[in-house]
Nanobody, 123 residues
């Protein structure tokens, strides 16, 4: 059974930074692409970023490119999302996700979801 546990959410001011982490089971971490989605108030869930098993391939949504960075620490089975220059419109619940490929995850294909962590950006 896949286990994905997010942490690192919180309240920050616009322009600030947060670092989200997703602890994954060893099987999931080694066998699937990992990524992040978010769902803001009154909005649909949307793709944010993804990284492949080796860490050599990434994908980002246009609205976060240049501000967010996804990375992974394979020794710790940990995926992180460094979020800089945060905007109020980044306010959302951020979900860790596991899927077969970065390419398909960027189009919404997800096999497993974490429980989510709240990110709130104040103006």
């Amino acid at each position: 059974q896949v286990q994905l546990v997010e942490s690192g959410g919180g309240l920050v001011q616009a322009g600030g930074s947060l670092r989200l982490s997703c602890a994954a089971s060893a099987r999931t971490y080694s066998s699937a692409a990992m990524g992040w989605f978010r769902q803001g108030p009154g909005k649909e869930r949307e793709f944010v970023a993804a990284i492949n098993r080796s860490g050599g391939g990434t994908a980002y949504a246009d609205f976060v490119k240049g501000r967010f960075t996804i990375s992974r620490d394979n020794a710790k089975n940990l995926v992180t999302l460094q979020m800089n220059s945060l905007k109020p419109e980044d306010t959302a619940v951020y979900y860790c996700a596991a899927g077969p490929l970065v390419a398909t995850m960027s189009r919404g294909r997800v096999d497993y979801w974490g429980q989510g962590t709240q990110v709130t950006v104040s103006s």
